[in-house]
Structures are given as structure tokens and as C-alpha cells.
């Protein structure tokens, strides 16, 4: 399995990004995924996770409202969009499968991750 991100980029406190994450395989569609960053000097932190129908979808408090993490399982393709970035969003973001088609907010439990994709957000 290889996840490959796209999408990051240098944008203003008050823009817009849209990462995605194109799978290879076969199973995408039978597993839940999601979306974690890491900024600089500080640990991983979940952001987003989907189900595998994309049903079910939990975010971390302080992306509430600004990101939605979505999927299109016939691309194999899970997004996630973020609106009114603010400075403290600025990481490296990784897309990660789980090992369960229900969605979980722990790390452990996703087992493969992509290369990650630098997300900077300036004031």
C-alpha cells in the first residue's frame, strides 16, 4: 500500500487548502482513514479521520468547523479541506490507513502513512 499527498503548500492566515491522498491497492474502500500532522518540535497529533463508506467523521477540537475530511472511494482518494487556516496549523500533514474500517483518533491504530505534505499558514 502507498499513500501519496498532495495539496500542501505557503498560505495566509485566513486561507484555503485542499489536501488529498491518492491510495494504491485494491482494499482502500474496506478501511477507515485520516489525517494527522506534526509542527515543528512538537509531537504527532491527530487532525481527521473517515470511515470506510465515509459515513462517520471526527476531527480534533481545534479544527472543528474549518476542516472536513472526505473520500471518494472509486478514486481512492480520501481530502481534507481546510478553511480559515490559522498560524498554529502550520505542519507536515500525513495521510494514514487504519487497520479497522471504523475510524479511530489513535495513531497506533493506522499502519501504513504517506511521506507527508508541508502545510504553512503565515500571519
Known amino acids: 500500500v502507498q499513500l501519496v499527498e498532495s495539496g500542501g503548500g505557503l498560505v495566509q492566515a485566513g486561507g484555503s487548502l485542499r489536501l488529498s491522498c491518492a491510495a494504491s491497492?485494491?482494499?482502500?474502500?474496506?478501511?477507515?482513514m485520516g489525517w494527522l500532522r506534526q509542527a515543528p518540535g512538537q509531537d504527532r497529533e491527530f487532525v481527521a479521520a473517515?470511515?470506510?463508506?465515509?459515513?462517520?467523521?471526527r476531527y480534533t477540537d481545534s479544527v472543528k468547523g474549518r476542516f472536513t475530511i472526505s473520500r471518494d472511494n472509486a478514486k481512492n482518494t480520501v481530502y481534507l479541506q481546510m478553511n480559515s487556516l490559522k498560524p498554529e496549523d502550520t505542519a507536515v500533514y500525513y495521510c494514514?490507513?487504519?487497520?479497522?474500517?471504523?475510524?479511530?483518533?489513535?495513531?497506533?491504530?493506522?499502519?501504513?502513512w504517506g511521506q507527508g505534505t508541508q502545510v504553512t499558514v503565515s500571519s
Open positions: 491497492g485494491r482494499t482502500f474502500s474496506n478501511y477507515a
Open positions: 494514514a490507513r487504519s487497520k479497522y474500517s471504523t475510524l479511530s483518533p489513535r495513531q497506533y491504530e493506522y499502519h501504513y
Open positions: 473517515i470511515s470506510w463508506s465515509g459515513g462517520t467523521t
